[in-house]
């Protein structure tokens, strides 16, 4: 067995070998390195019997949406074809096909070929498969679409003769990959039992043959690993066919299948050609050796790989001259203030990107000289996801709730009360970061009994709990009858302006970094510049311009 270079994922990929991968900033390398050794002795393993060291093994790479499927599967492939022979097939780019037969053999011969030392070829004896290609060349129909004649066509897919004996000094032929032409005329004599079957034996004795000769071939060692990604995207009849044939055709010994899916997705596929009652995880079974499920990825690093970053940046946002709170040092920590909500609100990944290319196309169409508080935001879009008639209450400062005390009496509950019911109690003290720079404000404060004193408070973070956050921010600005900073606010009956209030208790409070600073300041900032004036109808008018923008997904 090759002993393991080790993968490093920390850095992206030379932009001019092979396929370009940024960082990896989801922690996934070690699942690679995980999943390689185990593939590698499960598919080829000298410490068993002889008639044993190759086997067949399929692997069901789990991951909902988000997860980093294609990019785990491109990389990985792309480590480990430095020493072992890899194809690579994106299933859901191929499904235009009507037989997932000719779009893994087609891969296998254009991608082996490629690495193979020898001639990789399917010979004579399966050429019966392609006879119904003759009346449509005959009629130029595959010279006008492929460009290529019958004798081409001949020179392409098959060799002249079978090639039980190789000519070590035998110049290596390049191989071909099927065109679409091809596959489409093929597919007439593929329906024909008999002639399909025949060829499958002499298909699946020259993959063995293939086998033996990479496991000789001094750069590279067993066993062969074939890709196969999308799967859960294909066409439901395109999928199960794929499956089948992997099964029943591809399992020859020493070639190790890794078919990644969303499984729950393409359950959901299957029972569309079976039926809802079709039990679709056992049907599965029958299918992989074994399945692997790469975990939901941390939404803060999830978000900062997904989304478009630069809208959140401090440069490009004097640039445009608006504004958004919280201001943040970078826009990763942004994300990680949006990621703090959505983990709250337990939203799926596919919705985390849709909510923040959401927030992302406010920032952008924000006018200058206008602002949001891009929080607040993040949880209107939460709520309007997953309760629409709760996000009306709230939207139109309606919401009422009542339930019973320890007494059976009826009393109403307030709508952070409400909300916070919602969210596991490991959330509510995930934090959020403002960037304060207090200089930039002011440089003194208006104090009741020195009449001004100097602000000492120091640039840097301040953290607030999210809880806090709903109970003192979001809901004062929703909830006509509260208070935004009851308990933390003194009252403003004093003949003080808003602002003086706001000056007199950050000057009387002492310099620390603490939930109670961070709100004294916040309840400045929202006065100073302006955020209390952001009305419902404003915010109501942002979610429902934006709402209608569905993230698709990449293309």
């Not at 920032?363 to 709760?390: M, Q, R, T």
């Not at 602000?455 to 208070?483: A, H, R, T």
């Amino acid at each position: 067995m090759t002993e393991f270079r080790g993968f490093n994922w920390d850095k992206p990929t030379n932009r001019n070998v092979n396929e370009y991968f940024p960082a990896d900033k989801l922690d996934r390398a070690r699942y690679a390195m995980f999943l390689s050794k185990l593939l590698v002795q499960e598919g080829f393993d000298k410490s068993r019997t002889e008639a044993e060291q190759k086997r067949n093994y399929v692997l069901n790479l789990n991951a909902e949406w988000g997860a980093g499927k294609t990019y785990f599967l491109k990389r990985w492939s792309q480590d480990l074809a430095v020493d072992y022979p890899i194809v690579y097939i994106d299933a859901w780019q191929q499904d235009y096909s009507d037989d997932p037969f000719l779009t893994v053999i087609a891969a296998i011969i254009e991608q082996l070929g490629k690495q193979a030392s020898f001639t990789i070829k399917i010979p004579n004896k399966a050429a019966s498969i392609f006879k119904a290609v003759a009346p449509a060349i005959a009629q130029g129909l595959t010279k006008k679409i492929s460009g290529i004649d019958l004798a081409e066509l001949n020179t392409l897919l098959f060799s002249e003769e079978d090639e039980e004996s190789e000519d070590k000094d035998s110049v290596k032929q390049n191989s071909s990959e099927f065109s679409p032409a091809i596959k489409a005329l093929a597919q007439n004599l593929i329906k024909d039992h008999e002639a399909k079957n025949k060829s499958i034996e002499v298909i699946k004795s020259k993959l063995a043959d293939w086998v033996s000769k990479f496991e000789k071939q001094e750069d590279k060692s067993l066993p062969i690993f074939i890709f196969i990604d999308e799967l859960d995207r294909c066409r439901p009849s395109y999928a199960v066919e794929m499956l089948e044939t992997i099964k029943h055709i591809f399992d020859v010994k020493g070639i190790v299948f890794v078919v990644a899916t969303d499984t729950e997705q393409l359950q959901h596929t299957i029972k569309s050609i079976y039926g809802e009652g079709f039990d679709a995880k056992i049907y599965l079974g029958r299918f992989f050796n074994s399945r692997y499920s790469l975990k939901r990825p941390v939404l803060k690093d999830f978000l900062s790989v997904h989304s478009d970053t630069t809208k959140f940046e401090s440069a490009h946002l004097k640039s445009k001259k608006i504004e958004i709170l919280p201001r943040t040092k970078t826009p990763e920590t942004a994300l990680a203030n949006i990621s703090v909500v959505l983990d709250a609100f337990q939203v799926s990944p596919r919705t985390a990107i849709q909510i923040t290319e959401r927030i992302t196309a406010i920032i952008v169409n924000l006018p200058s000289g206008k602002k949001v508080d891009v929080l607040v935001l993040a949880i209107l879009f939460c709520i309007h996801e997953k309760d629409h008639p709760l996000y009306e209450e709230i939207i139109s400062g309606l919401f009422q709730r009542k339930e019973p005390n320890s007494k059976g009496n009826m009393q109403n509950i307030s709508l952070s009360s409400f909300l916070q019911k919602n969210i596991l109690e490991k959330h509510f003290s995930a934090e959020l970061t403002y960037f304060i720079d207090p200089d930039s404000y002011t440089n003194q404060f208006h104090h009741d009994n020195l009449g001004t004193k100097v602000n000492d408070y120091y640039e840097g973070d301040y953290p607030i709990p999210l809880s806090k956050f709903i109970e003192n921010i979001f809901c004062s600005i929703f909830v006509l009858e509260s208070n935004a900073y009851d308990g933390w606010i003194s009252d403003s009956d004093n003949g003080l302006t808003e602002l003086q209030n706001a000056e007199n208790n950050l000057a009387q409070h002492s310099i620390q970094t603490s939930p109670e600073v961070t709100l004294l300041w916040l309840d400045y900032i929202y006065i100073k510049d302006e955020y209390n004036k952001i009305t419902k109808e404003q915010y109501r008018d942002f979610i429902e311009l934006s709402s209608p923008l569905d993230y698709m997904g990449d293309s």
